[in-house]
């Protein structure tokens, strides 16, 4: 059937691609522990309670049907490989961007090297483009997803460690300005709010609604590493007394874990007309309370707090020189199947970019040329009149040049157009007035995009 996108298929040799349904709960849970744990003797139980958040029917966008099995039917149909699709969206400079998240792709050892995988994202990338998504985002082992159209463009993970043993790094005070409580779904309002403060400075971020907050306040298995553990910093009593408020005012919102012998903080936000500095601060000696509780417990030292913010967090400016060095981060895999489409839909913010900046009105036609495929980009008085095409006599033909999937870093931030060309020196504008716009359309800005699981 054609909302199917094909499936069911035989691959051949008793080898059949189909959706899953709720029944292949248990059996795929157990699939994705066996295939993704590192170590047997420890094996990785959350991802089967994150397989069973997903295919249970309450996830916003994700259910059984999203999961793609391959089955071997000479083999009592077990389970030999599998994907699935979580839809999301993302904001790109405040423009929404429907993308597509494949995630736990995996195939029994015995069955690689049969083309189960590429067969399967065929039909999750149908199905994410019937839902009109632009973007395809997934994260995972190096290099492997550039077989299927992606390139890593997008900057995963990194951030700064706070240490407590590092000298003048805790500092008790007599009485604490705030208190921390875990967070409730009658808080989503508020929690919005301060997600988009945690977002600030974020080329990209997803777009979350009373939906999904519910969904991640409530729902998600608590040992999934992809459930969200939200609590909220309110003045203290004593504070709000001494401000005249009866009640404690919420101030700012941290999401954090336990991971390995840090408290990992994946999510920080404070209100405006608040200090970062001062809610920093205040959750070093909060989170370092907790260590001390876990020892005495657990006999379990902690050495600090890994802010994984990205590499641009406003946290890391307000506690400065206390935070260790910044560690890089990795990156996700992009793919975007239809690039002049995606430059279509991006256009309100890339014609602000250029009335602010030193091309304001620009009128020109700017080829741009990917080896494999060109478009061009028409502007008149500073508005994108056309995303066209035209056809390269030469292969270096165009004004400005982009090898593989290196413009996707370029319009996600990853990396400068001088960084590029000092890799790739076939990524290069031949005269100056392109590379100028460029730098305007597409400026390096980091991302710490918390992706929806």
Request: glycine share 8%; with cysteine.
């Amino acid at each position: 059937m054609s909302n199917q996108f094909g499936l069911p298929k035989n691959l051949g040799n008793g080898l059949v691609l189909r959706w899953a349904t709720p029944a292949d709960t248990e059996e795929l849970a157990e699939f994705n522990v066996r295939i993704h744990s590192d170590d047997l003797e420890k094996p990785e139980t959350w991802l089967a309670r994150w397989t069973e958040d997903l295919m249970r029917g309450d996830h916003p966008t994700t259910s059984a049907s999203d999961f793609t099995l391959v089955v071997d039917e000479n083999a009592e149909d077990k389970i030999v490989s599998s994907m699935n699709l979580i839809s999301q969206v993302w904001l790109y400079e405040g423009v929404p961007i429907g993308v597509g998240r494949p995630e736990l792709v995996g195939t029994n050892s015995d069955y690689r090297r049969r083309g189960l995988v590429r067969a399967q994202f065929d039909a999750i990338h149908a199905k994410s483009a019937a839902r009109g998504e632009l973007v395809q985002a997934i994260t995972g082992i190096p290099w492997y997803y550039r077989q299927f159209g992606y390139g890593m463009a997008l900057d995963l993970g990194g951030g700064r460690d706070f240490l407590w043993d590092r000298p003048g790094n805790h500092k008790p005070v007599e009485e604490e300005a705030y208190r921390i409580r875990p967070a409730k779904v009658a808080d989503w309002p508020i929690l919005q709010t301060l997600y988009e403060a945690h977002n600030r400075g974020s080329l990209l971020s997803r777009a979350r609604d009373e939906a999904s907050w519910r969904y991640e306040l409530t729902i998600p298995h608590p040992t999934s590493i992809y459930a969200r553990h939200f609590y909220m910093v309110e003045t203290a009593a004593s504070a709000s007394l001494s401000t005249g408020v009866a009640n404690p005012q919420p101030v700012a919102y941290v999401e954090y874990k336990q991971f390995g012998n840090t408290y990992f903080v994946r999510e920080l936000g404070v209100l405006p007309g608040h200090s970062w500095r001062a809610v920093g601060l205040f959750l070093t000696r909060y989170f370092k309370k907790l260590a001390e509780e876990l020892f005495k417990e657990e006999e379990k030292r902690l050495r600090g707090i890994h802010f994984g913010l990205g590499q641009g967090h406003a946290i890391y400016e307000a506690l400065g020189r206390q935070l260790e060095e910044q560690r890089r981060p990795y990156a996700w895999y992009i793919r975007v199947p239809d690039l002049p489409a995606f430059l279509r839909h991006i256009t309100p913010a890339l014609e602000k970019r250029l009335a602010n900046s030193v091309l304001a009105g620009y009128s020109g036609c700017c080829r741009v040329n990917l080896y494999k495929q060109q478009f061009t980009l028409v502007f008149k008085d500073g508005k994108l009149k056309e995303v066209g095409t035209y056809k390269a006599k030469v292969v270096d033909d165009g004004d400005i040049q982009f090898p593989g999937t290196t413009l996707l870093q370029l319009i996600f931030g990853q990396a400068s157009l001088d960084e590029l060309n000092a890799i790739h020196p076939d990524c290069y504008s031949r005269q100056p007035e392109p590379a100028i716009l460029f730098n305007i359309l597409f400026p390096k800005r980091p991302s710490w995009v918390v992706g929806f699981g």
